[in-house]
């Protein structure tokens, strides 16, 4: 028989907390019954020192850890019990990896960092804080994250830039941004030309926000006229237009002021062919 979450849980509780008494509630009544743990007494399971014991040989007998695995357990550290499913308390396979890819000299431990056209490296963010550049780059969307190079239109200024992919359900937005806020270089945020997008810009920290990267005002304008750019806009502004409102960051409030302004949004994949003008960003 193999246990439940669940179940391996109430049972490693019975052995560090040796309650006397347990609500009986599915769990509690299905060892009672099942297991002979503890004694049925009204809507609650009494126990004693032996039913303690016993959940501990439960346990082992299952092949089962009896103390709780840490909250940062690899499938690694699950995989020496051999009655622990992998994805038993630990961590997503994703969990603390850091997506990244290199523009110019970026370097981790005296070594070049290069990431071909298309690719990127995940990296953990211990690892990734010993990556040296001279700017962070952090950008919204994969597809956009993973072709970069397609953007010929951006301009690193000949400067070393460590891009990070913001995240998603996969890879852990908190994560991403605890590293960028954490480094000490200047940012720039490439991000959606919507209130969404300039959201996460004014997050970033302010002092450090060097550069938002856009195509010129005029490029934007044309691009901004579509039916799709109108609706992302309207569905948006709502929750996002009061933070921007409110920006102190000259170039979050310059590029809210020419949104508001077209009332219009223009997606990442959209900019992929823009042409790039250096007054603009």
């Known amino acids: 028989m193999s246990f439940t979450a669940a179940q391996i849980q109430f049972l490693q509780r019975l052995v560090s907390e040796q309650p006397t008494r347990r609500r009986a509630g599915e769990v509690a009544s299905t060892f009672c019954e099942h297991f002979k743990l503890g004694v049925a007494v009204g809507r609650s399971i009494e126990y004693r020192e032996a039913d303690h014991k016993s959940a501990q040989s439960l346990l082992r007998a299952h092949d089962l850890p009896v103390d709780p695995l840490a909250p940062d357990a690899t499938r690694a550290d699950v995989a020496r019990y051999g009655g622990l499913s992998e994805k038993h308390f630990s961590q997503a396979p994703h969990a603390k990896s850091l997506a990244v890819k290199f523009v110019g000299k970026c370097a981790l431990d005296g070594q070049s960092l290069v ?128 933070t921007l409102d409110a920006s102190s960051h000259a170039k979050v409030r310059f590029w809210w002021q020419e949104m508001k302004h077209l009332r219009s949004a223009v997606t990442q994949e959209r900019m992929r062919g823009a042409a790039w003008h250096s007054t603009c960003e």
Not at 162 to 176: E, K, N
């Open 115 to 242: 990431t071909p056209f298309g690719s990127h490296m995940i990296f953990y963010p211990e690892t990734a804080m010993q990556v040296t550049c001279d700017r962070l780059l952090l950008v919204e969307n994969l597809e956009t994250f993973r072709c970069l190079e397609d953007y010929r239109w951006v301009n690193y200024e000949g400067l070393s830039v460590m891009a990070v992919y913001r995240g998603d359900p996969s890879l852990s937005i908190s994560d991403a941004l605890q590293f960028v806020q954490c480094r000490a270089e200047a940012i720039w945020a490439f991000v959606d030309f919507d209130p969404a997008g300039l959201a996460i810009a004014n997050a970033l920290h302010q002092e450090r926000l060097e550069r938002i990267i856009l195509p010129s005002v005029d490029w934007i304008s044309r691009a901004a006229d579509s039916h799709r750019g109108r609706q992302l806009f309207a569905d948006q502004v709502d929750q996002y237009g009061a």
